[in-house]
């Protein structure tokens, strides 16, 4: 089983669309977790943290669920640019996913 | 926030040359550097840990010797791909670790061996 593991893409969803990814992760003893976005050939950028409690940024929410060892990342109302690779991050060794590729049309 | 630069964006170079990717925090202290490899339409892959004043610790199948990890300082870290083959031809993407764990990658260097 691969240390960190993404919902296969790719998402392909109209505008306005609400569209979740989930990510697993095999070590039990992570403490932090993060959503990262990247851009095609950019640097990936923090999206956010995810925390115990869940968390929610404007149109993203992102929730842990520890018993079950799986990270979620939700987009409502999805925008023509929130088109991009959604990967996950799991420490402390900061393992990525592979990434879920989502791409938003018109 | 904070800022990771990272030079030169694209190289192209012959095979048997060595190529040197600098990867600089601007704004803040990093005692802990990582460097990537992804290659297209693949997610990233931890090549090495970088730490100030150490030697790197490079990941399971990456030869130290072919890639030379260099982090002299609190700001910055090097990585020089020695003796460079068409199958080093990747983008390499550096990131510094910032506090609460949170990572600040550099804009990454397209690396085209010939």
């Known amino acids: 089983r691969k240390e960190v593991e993404q919902d296969p893409g790719p998402f392909n969803v109209p505008e306005g669309a609400t569209v979740a990814f989930n990510c697993t992760y095999s070590?039990?003893?992570?403490?932090?977790f993060f959503w990262y976005r990247q851009d095609c050939r950019k640097e990936p950028k923090l999206l956010m943290s995810?925390?115990?409690s869940g968390n929610e940024d404007g149109r993203f929410t992102a929730q842990l669920n520890r018993a079950s060892q799986y990270i979620s990342l939700l987009i409502r109302d999805s925008k023509l640019s929130d088109s991009a690779t959604y990967l996950c991050v799991v420490g402390g060794k900061l393992i990525f996913g592979q990434g879920t590729e989502l791409s938003v049309k018109p | 926030g904070a800022v990771v630069s990272q030079h030169p964006s694209r190289v192209i170079c012959k095979s048997g040359t060595s190529v040197k990717i600098e990867c600089r925090s601007l704004?803040?202290?990093?005692?802990?550097m990582f460097w990537y490899r992804q290659f297209p339409k693949q997610s990233l892959m931890l090549m090495a840990t970088s730490n100030e004043g150490s030697k790197a610790t490079y990941e399971q199948g990456v030869e130290k010797d072919k890639f030379l990890i260099n982090h002299a300082s609190l700001t910055l870290s090097t990585l020089t791909v020695t003796s460079a083959h068409p199958e080093d031809s990747s983008f390499y993407i550096c990131?510094?670790?910032?506090?609460?764990?949170?990572?600040?990658f550099g804009s990454g260097t397209q690396l085209s061996v010939l």
């Open positions: 704004d803040f202290q990093a005692t802990t």
């Open positions: 995810v925390y115990s």
């Open positions: 990131s510094a670790q910032g506090v609460n764990e949170k990572l600040f």
């Open positions: 070590n039990s003893a992570s403490q932090s």
